[in-house]
């Protein structure tokens, strides 16, 4: 079975700092996905950045990055230029990337603050 | 265009009592799943459904069962509700098996407390 694990239980950074989020996981396949997805208050879970494992470049989308090391299973996201708006729950979760594979595995996530 | 919507908002329920949760995936999306989200935890793999079958099932007990309807909409119910039962349950939709690469949308989700 697979797993996925954040050690990071509470993070804060200042406004306008960078902060990385920690995520390892666990699998004996070669074709998964990995995500990160962002839960405020407001409860909706928001996709905030995808990686297929079979692609070596690390992800980007805007102020999001990941460092995806598939040897070491680790998948780390980097906020850049935090803002006050990126306060929120974080979740890494493991998806299977054969056809149909629906079901997520996520983590325990991890509380970022951002202060002001 | 309307995203997951998922009703109700919130209930109270009380032990050994039925509840019925409800779906409505994004226009086009075929597949449903269904979390749960304990407080303070991460969610947890309930059910999935595509084209009205059941195409995976988490670990939960018989109590939790699913279904999904013609227009793709879906139902979660649980029986003889337990106080651990109380959570976020989460709606997410994608398009459906034929396309590998596809996000997963989620709902609002409803808030469940037993008493």
């Known amino acids: 079975a697979q797993t996925v694990t954040q050690s990071q239980p509470e993070m804060s950074v200042q406004e306008a700092e960078t902060v990385t989020l920690s995520c390892t996981y666990d699998t004996s396949e070669s074709d998964y996905y990995l995500f990160w997805y962002k839960q405020p208050p407001s409860r909706q879970m928001i996709l905030v950045i995808r990686?297929?494992?079979?692609?070596?470049q690390n992800a980007t989308e805007n102020r999001f990055s990941v460092n995806f090391q598939k040897a070491a299973k680790s998948f780390s996201l980097k906020i850049s230029d935090s803002q006050l708006g990126d306060a929120a729950m974080y979740f890494c979760a493991y998806r299977r990337g054969f056809q149909g594979a629906q079901k997520l595995v996520f983590g325990q996530g991890t509380r970022l603050t951002i202060n002001p | 265009d309307a995203g997951v919507t998922q009703s109700p908002t919130h209930l109270i329920k009380t032990r050994g009592q039925h509840v019925t949760l409800r779906c409505s995936p994004i226009?086009?999306?075929?597949?449903v799943s269904w979390y749960q989200q304990v407080l303070g935890q991460g969610p947890q793999f309930i059910f999935q459904y595509y084209e009205k079958e059941e195409r995976g099932r988490g670990n939960f007990p018989d109590r939790f069962s699913a279904r999904q309807f013609p227009n793709y909409s879906s139902e979660l119910n649980v029986n003889a509700l337990l106080l651990g039962d109380s959570a976020l349950y989460l709606c997410a939709s994608s398009l459906g098996q034929g396309n590998r690469n596809q996000p997963q949308h989620f709902g609002d989700g409803t808030r469940l407390s037993i008493l």
């Open positions: 990686q297929e494992a079979y692609k070596q």
């Open positions: 226009s086009g999306h075929k597949s």
